[in-house]
Structure formats: C-alpha cells, structure tokens
C-alpha cells in the first residue's frame, strides 16, 4: 500500500464528490420547483408559470447534465481506487446504490427526454407526469445515498463472513433512526438550495427592473418555501447531530472541540484548536450549553478528545470550522427567509433594496452549508470508511501506485474544472437573459405529425424566440 | 438467484453495448461531418436517448457491484486506466449535448463531443480485449501492473469496437434521418461492415496463432457456432437491406450481429466472470444481499426500467432530424434544443 497513492485516492474522491454534489442538489430543488410550477399551470392556466417553467427548465437541463455525467464516475470510483472496500462492503452497499439506480436513475433518463424535448409530444396530463417523476426520480436517489452514507457511519444489520460484510438485516439498514434524521435533512437542504437559487434570482431581477411579474413570483415562493422550511431544517439538524452523539463520539467531540471530559459541559462557540497541545486557543465558551445541546441535560458529562487513542481520533479542526460555518450560513438563511417573506407578504420587499441585495447574494449560502455539512460528517468520521468496521487506509485497493491515482487526479481536475467553468457561465448567461414571455402559451396540438401547424401562427415571433437564450 | 442476476447483468450490459452504441457512434460520425446542419440533425436523433443509454452503464456496473463483489473491485481496479479514461470521455461527450447549445464557441463542445465518443468506445473495446486474452493474477489478486491491460489484441479490439459503433450509428442515421444524412450514413454502413469484418477475421488469426485460451472453449463448445451463424446471416442481410435502401433492417441487422457477438463471447467465459481467475459462484454476494434486490429492485422494477426505456423510444419515434420539422423546432425553443439554436445555421 502506497501512502502517497492513498492521499491522491482520498483528495480525488472529495473532488470528485464535492463537485458531484453541487449539481444534485440544485437539481433536487428546482425538479420539485418545475413540478409545482407545471401543476399550478395545468390549475390555474397563468401563463407566469408557464414562463418560469420554461426557463427554469433551460437550467435544470444543464445541472441536471452536469449532475449525470459527474454521477457515472462515482459509480466506478469506488471499485477503481477502493477496491477492498468495494469487496468488502460490496454485499451492502452495492444492492443499496442497486436500488438507487434502479429505482431514481432509470425513472430520471427515462423521463428528462420527455421533460426536455417532449412537451409537444404528449398530452399536458402526461407531461406533467413525466415532470413530476423525473422530481420522484431525484428524491429516491437521495434517499438511497443517505441510506448507503449513514450505513457508513453507523453500520448496522450486519456481519462479517469471509472477509466480507454480509447484510442480516435489512430493515435495520433503511429503517433506523440515522438514515430517517439524515435523509430528510439532505432533501430539505436541497430543497433550500432550490428555494434560495429561485428567490435569488428574482431579487436580482427586481434588481436590474427585469420581468417583474416573474421575479415577484420567483421571490415570493422561494421565500416563503425557505421561511417553513428553514426551522423544520435545522429541528432534523439537531436530530442529526444527535445521532453523532449518540454513535461518533470522537466525531461529536471534534465538532464541539472538545478535547476532555467535562461535567456539565460548556459549549464552545469560537475558537482555533490545537492538536498538538490537545487544547483550544482563542476560545469564547458558553458554560453548561454543551450539556443542553449535546443531552438535553443541565448535569450530563460530556466526552472529549482525549478519551480516544490518537489513532481513532479525527482530524479536529476541520469538522469543528466547518460545522460553524454550516450553522452560520443556516442562520442567516433562516434570517433572511423569514424577514423576507414578512416583507414579500405585507408588499414592502420591492423597496428594499438592500434586503434584496442581501437575498440576490444569499445564493451560494445553501452550497456552502452543504458543502459543510457533508465535510463535518466525512471528515468527521476518519480514520474509518465504515465506522469502527474498516479503516480508510486499509480500503485502498492494494496495488494502485502513486503514478495512477496522481494521472487520474490531474485528469478528473482538468475535466472538471474546465466543464465547471463553462457550466457556470452557461448557467449565469441563461440567468442573466431571464424568463422570455415569448416562450409560452405553444397550442397543445402542434404535434410532429403537422410540423408546420406552428409556422402558420406567429412566424415574426421566431427569430426574437431564437436570440431570447443567449 | 445467482443465475437470475447473471442474466440481469448480460442483459443489461447488451442493451448498453447496444443503445449506447449507437450514440458512442454517432458522437464518432459527427466527428467526421463537416456541416453545422448535419450535425445538428445527428444530435437530434440522438439527444433524448443518451441519457438513458448511459444509465445501463450504470446499472450494469451496479448489479456487478451489489451481485458480484470480488469481479468489481476486482475488474475496476485491475482495469484503472481504461475506466478513468472511458470516464473522463463519457464526461466530456455527455456536457456537450446541453453546451454546445449555449456556447459562442461551439466547436469547443463539437470536439469533446467527437473525441468522448471515441476515447468512451475505444476504451470499451480494449477492456473486452484485456478480458478474453486474460489479465495477469497471482493467488486471486491482479499482478498486471497500471498497464498491464495494454496489448495489442486489447488495442485492436478497441479499433474493432469503434468501428462496430460507427456502423450501429450509421444504421440509426439511417433510420432515424432522411435527406443527406441518410445518403451519407448509408454510404458509409459498408465501409465500416468491410472494417468490422475485417477487425472479425484479424482477431481469430490473432487468438489463433497466439492460442488464447479462449479459442479451446470454441473448440469445446460447437454450439457456440449457432451464433457465428445467425451473424453471417444477419450480415448477408444487412447486405441486402444496403442495396435495397430499406431504412429499418439495417439497425435490425446491426444489433443482431452485436448480439450473436455478445452471447458467443458470454458464453465462451462461462463459468468465470472474469475469464480463467474468477467464477461466477465465487464472485456472487451473500444469498441476504441477492434476495433483497431479487424481491424488489429484481422482479418488479427491472422490468419496470425496460418498460420506461420502451415508452422512451416510443415517445420520440420515427424520423427525428427531417428538414421539415426544422419549423416545428424553431418554434419551440424548448423543442431539440434547450438553449436556441439560430435558424440562420440550419440550412433550412
């Protein structure tokens, strides 16, 4: 085993991962915003939402590529540089990404074709349909993820014969207490995501005096979807953390940084770890928090650090950094959200400005905190892969040099940040053009088999249609 | 249920070998089409499939995951060079359908587009190619070395596969255009016919001369002559449909002979998953990990996924990239293209 090899593995599949998640999590949301969008047309036929649907899609369409393409790499990753782990774990997590596959992917494929280019070749009913299973589509691969990561790191229902974990049972696997705190909190942070991208814009929008029918609309929902959805976000956040308390409590301790066991425990809410001397520097507690947050106890003793031999300790600094700047972002979201929808509600918002600077700005919030997110709970849960069962450094696959992983590393990286580049910008222009009223209201009947039914209607209305995407 | 997933796992690696076929060949011919409007049509016939295509990838390498263990950690990590690259190929190709709509430059996308699809393909081949002349184990364990995959069977086998996809894409185009596309892409079905024919013949004489063992299992196994068979025939109608200028039978004929190719290849590994160091009982899953996909993923919604991929093709049947429909397209922006393509390109 190659130490060299494994840092490259590690490093290639937080990129990989990190640039994966970015996209499924848009995708999330803005499947969920499309579907409800399609309904409240079919509903109320206001063309507002035909016109949001319309341009909404255009950007789903491109994450949605980018999530597709940067998720087949993960399916192979785990087999190339962790094979013994994929040997291992094999007989569990591979009939769980099964089911993902199964059950999400072929339903997304199977209708993002009809979504993207066939709203003229079926009934609206059907449409419809296939936008709201591509959404059904997108919720069940999340689902199966959370189930496969929590098993990660809280192994349960199994035991191991031959080398191998070898499931026993499986309703404990999907239906336990971590994957039903953790699941929902991912879907409800993607679903922010969505919330916050669609609000974002529209304030951007009012901004700029650009389609304020739509922008009002676009503000409107995501701010009141993110005004529910931000407490009941950090209700399961909490549940989450308890989880980690409960079954990591070196994860937990790191997060807290805290290094011994204390008696009633002080929350620490700033400070800089230091690992060498085992302490904190720089550090601003709050005494007996530590206890409430950790036991919902006034008296209950907390463990720290030291407790674990240093092998089995995680890094500390960064799922602590992390873990704040998570909450921060929450916060403010949650700030943002609620003064926002007040404002939005009693028609105020248009003349703010600033606030609607601050909520135009407030888009890349929900991606850092899930980039936090999953950092505290990865990185957190080192030294293991599979926690307390196998070693991250023992699931390499044996014989991968050094050379490889690094050619492989370099070829991922360039890829990826040469397709990030042009996605994003792809993504801003689209953004930037805005809704395009022209795109809506297409008679159902044209179907292929009277190609020319629409060329009879609006001919001047084309070429303006054509340039309205760049 | 060991047999079960056996067969879920060649069924769903043939209708990827076969739907992504297709698209890996069209990505090639687009490669070597000049013309804005040719390619544009080309994407078209292709664009709502590739996805879906694609995802048999992935639950092929899914079922050989979850089903058979050992042969994916094992296969992947003896195989990480062609994996990476295949990847990386699938990558670039798979952005390009949704950029090349948005960008200024679209000749950027117009080359990933191209050189994913033959970096995607070529790998595909030499991985087969690695596989049937036999990678290098000691006590179960790979010994190959980073490129110890790299022959040149393994090398010819990918020409072969690139070829083998241009043909199935030439065969799509043909069904699935009309015009100067089909003209064009019927002129080149024999060209890359003769080539793949030729490719067949070279890589007997190779596994002849070089006495792979492989060849013994053909000796042993006469019944696998059915299938050299039904892919002379198939040819000799493929040959026919050409001349005839039948739009159908080609692709029919194409896809009959990837499977009379699939299955004598299939079968001649049989019993190992992994030719000569891996059996298919020793790389099964615990009986617990196979029953629960069977009761679930295995009866109910695999059938389910071959369902949405037949109401896939079903929606967008027929010819795709007519000049005809070139005003239905401009009129709905969302309609073959996401972004906006500028008529003025189209040639219409």
């Known amino acids: 085993m190659d130490a060299t090899a494994l840092l490259l593995s590690r490093l290639q599949f937080a990129f990989t991962i990190s640039f994966h998640i970015i996209f499924p999590a848009f995708s999330i949301g803005l499947a969920a915003w499309l579907a409800v969008l399609e309904a409240k047309h079919l509903r109320t036929g206001n063309a507002v939402y035909r016109t949001l649907f319309q341009f909404w899609l255009k950007i789903f369409g491109v994450a949605f590529g980018l999530g597709v393409v940067s998720g087949v790499v993960m399916a192979f990753q785990f087999g190339t540089n962790w094979s013994v782990l994929s040997n291992m774990s094999g007989p569990i997590q591979g009939p769980l990404l099964s089911y993902e596959t199964f059950t999400a992917f072929a339903l997304e494929a199977g209708f993002f074709g009809v979504l993207i280019l066939g709203r003229n070749r079926v009934a609206p009913w059907f449409y419809f349909f296939s936008t709201a299973m591509v959404a059904l ?10 189930v496969n990561n929590s098993w990660m790191q809280v192994p349960v229902g199994y035991v191991v014969q031959n080398g191998q974990f070898v499931p026993d049972d499986w309703t404990k696997i999907i239906f336990n207490s971590v994957v039903w705190s953790r699941f929902p909190h991912m879907l409800l942070a993607s679903y922010l995501t969505g919330a916050f991208c669609v609000a974002s814009s529209g304030a951007w929008y009012l901004l700029r005096d650009k389609s304020r029918v739509e922008a009002l609309v676009m503000l ?23 989880y980690v308390h409960d079954f990591q409590p070196a994860k937990f301790a790191a997060i807290e940084g805290r290094w011994h066991d204390e008696q009633p425990a002080s929350e620490v809410v700033i400070a800089l770890p ?22 919902m106890s006034l008296t209950s003793k907390e463990v720290g650090l030291t407790d674990f031999p240093p092998q089995d300790r995680p890094p500390v600094l960064i799922p602590f950094a992390t873990f704040r700047i998570m909450v921060g972002c929450g916060l403010i979201m949650l700030a943002l ?11 105020r918002l248009e003349r703010s400005r600033l606030l609607l600077w601050s909520i135009f700005l407030s888009f890349p919030l929900p991606f850092i905190a899930i980039f936090t997110g999953w950092y505290t709970a990865e990185v957190g849960r080192q030294p293991w892969v599979i926690y307390g069962a196998l070693r991250t450094d023992q699931a390499m696959t044996p014989f991968l040099t050094a050379g490889a992983a690094l050619s492989s590393l370099i070829l991922f990286g360039a890829i990826y940040l040469f397709i990030f580049s042009f996605g994003t910008l792809f993504i801003y222009r689209l953004l930037r053009a805005g809704p395009s009223r022209n795109a809506i209201e297409l008679p159902y009947d044209a179907t292929p088999n009277r190609p020319m039914s629409l060329a009879g209607g609006d001919v001047a209305a084309v070429p303006h249609l054509m340039t309205a995407g760049e | 249920m060991v047999m079960f997933w056996v067969l ?15 698209d890996l060949g069209v990505g090639m011919l687009f490669g070597l089409t000049r013309s804005e409007a040719s390619r544009s049509i080309m994407l078209r016939t292709i664009a709502p499939f590739w996805d879906g295509n694609e995802t048999w990838l992935i639950v092929a390498a899914v079922v050989l995951w979850s089903a058979f263990p050992v042969a994916y950690a094992t296969l992947l990590s003896a195989l990480y060079v062609p994996v990476v690259v295949m ?5 670039l190709r798979g952005v390009s359908f949704e950029f090349r709509n948005e960008a200024q430059r679209r000749w950027i996308w117009d080359i990933c587009f191209a050189c994913g699809s033959l970096a995607a393909s070529f790998m595909q081949g030499v991985m087969v190619g690695a596989l049937v002349e036999g990678l290098q184990f000691t006590d179960g364990q790979y010994s190959g070395g980073a490129f110890g995959w790299m022959t040149s069977f393994a090398v010819l086998c990918g020409v072969g596969l690139c070829f083998g996809y241009a043909l199935l894409g030439a065969c799509w185009l043909v069904r699935k255009s009309d015009g100067k596309i089909r003209a ?7 060209v890359f016919a003769t080539a793949v024919l030729v490719f067949l013949a070279v890589v007997f004489l190779h596994a002849l001369t070089k006495h792979l063992p492989i060849m013994h299992r053909w000796i042993d196994r006469p019944y696998l002559l059915v299938f050299q068979a039904i892919g002379c025939v198939a040819a000799l109608v493929l040959a026919r449909s050409i001349l005839r200028h039948d739009d159908r039978l080609p692709f029919r004929m194409v896809t009959l ?21 891996i059996t298919i009982d020793s790389a099964a899953a615990p009986h617990s990990s196979l029953a629960f996909m069977f009761w679930g993923a295995g009866i109910f919604v695999y059938p389910l996924m071959l369902l949405y991929a037949v109401v896939g093709y079903r929606v967008f049947r027929g010819k795709m990239g007519l000049a005809a429909d070139h005003h239905q397209d401009s009129g709905n922006a969302h309609l073959g293209k996401i972004g906006s393509p500028r008529p003025a390109e189209w040639g219409v």
């Open chain 1, 337 to 347: 959200a609620w003064l926002g929808s007040y404002l939005s509600v009693t028609h």
């Open chain 2, 184 to 190: 064009d892409a019927r002129r080149a079905i024999p």
């Open chain 1, 274 to 295: 230091d690992p060498a001397h085992e302490t904190n520097t720089y550090e601003i507690k709050i005494p007996v928090l530590g206890s409430i947050i950790g036991s």
């Open chain 2, 87 to 91: 990847l990386a190929g699938l990558v």
């Open chain 2, 8 to 22: 879920v796992l060649a069924n769903s690696m043939l209708l990827y070998l076969l739907l992504d076929g297709f």
């Open chain 1, 220 to 242: 409107r929902m995501g701010l009141l979807l993110a005004a529910v959805l931000m407490p009941l976000q950090l209700a399961f956040g909490h549940l989450v953390g308890d």
């Open chain 2, 257 to 277: 002979i990837f499977v009379s190719a699939f299955g004598t290849l299939a079968l001649s590994f049989w019993p190992y998953m992994i030719p000569f160091a």
């Open chain 1, 137 to 146: 589509g997108t919720t069940l691969s999340a689902f199966w993820i959370m």
